[in-house]
């Protein structure tokens, strides 16, 4: 059974910074690409950034050189460091493998 939880999320203040992780289970992790997408009130699923099974890493314009994606393949895990936040950034969190499959995600509320 393919699994994915998300974890970390919570309420900071702009400015702030959270780390959101991803433990999954149920496929090899190392083979494979793999997203945090998230999801802000009232708004549909926006990609966030992407790291390739070689460390390739790409993200929306919105958060390049504030959050940074990185993986453990030993952990079968997935991170995501969140800097600078902005009231924008909040929404669920989520990771995301080439399956389109997901857990039940992590709310980052940034609010002053």
């Known amino acids: 059974e393919v699994q994915l939880v998300e974890s970390g999320g919570g309420l900071v203040q702009p400015g702030g910074s959270l780390r959101l992780s991803c433990v999954t289970s149920?496929?090899?992790?190392?083979?494979?690409?793999m997203k945090w997408v998230r999801q802000a009130p009232g708004k549909g699923l926006e990609w966030v950034s992407t790291?390739?099974?070689?460390?390739?890493?790409t993200y929306d314009d919105s958060v390049k050189g504030r959050f940074t994606i990185s993986r453990d393949n030993a952990k079968n895990t997935l991170d995501l460091q969140m800097n600078s936040l902005k009231v924008e950034d909040t929404a669920v969190y989520y990771c995301l493998n080439p399956q389109g499959q997901r857990g039940q995600g992590t709310q980052v509320t940034v609010s002053s």
């Open positions: 149920g496929f090899t992790f190392s083979h494979y690409a």
């Open positions: 790291i390739t099974r070689g460390d390739g890493t």
